[in-house]
Nanobody
Framework: QVQLVESGGGLVQAGGSLRLSCAAS????????MGWYRQAPGKQRELVAV???????NYLDSVKGRFTISRDNAKSTVNLQMNNLKPEDTAVYYC?????????????WGQGTQVTVSS
């Protein structure tokens, strides 16, 4: 069974930092592109950052230079370091795995973690 468990959300003032972590099932971690999405109230879910199995990264333009995605293969964890946070970063952040296995494959989601940035 694929599980994605997020942690690290919270309330922070503008200009502050937060680090989100997502612990994934070991069975799928090495065969998955891992990413973070976010959804603000009344808006569509959007891709924030992705890190592929090949090590390529892609970021939402508005977070480039402020957010960094990384993965710890030994712990089957993907992290999102968020610096210089802005009120417009306020959203529920979701961990996402795109699994390319033969038995297990597809898109999987975590339960989400709230990030609130006050001005």
């Amino acid at each position: 069974q694929v599980q994605l468990v997020e942690s690290g959300g919270g309330l922070v003032q503008a200009g502050g930092s937060l680090r989100l972590s997502c612990a994934a099932s070991e069975i799928i971690f090495s065969i998955s592109d891992m990413g973070w999405y976010r959804q603000a109230p009344g808006k569509q879910r959007e891709l924030v950052a992705v890190l592929t199995t090949g090590g390529r990264t892609n970021y939402l333009d508005s977070v480039k230079g402020r957010f960094t995605i990384s993965r710890d293969n030994a712990k089957s964890t993907v992290n999102l370091q968020m610096n210089n946070l802005k009120p417009e970063d306020t959203a529920v952040y979701y961990c996402n795995a795109v699994v390319y296995g033969t038995i297990v494959r597809g898109h999987y989601w975590g339960q989400g973690t709230q990030v609130t940035v006050s001005s």
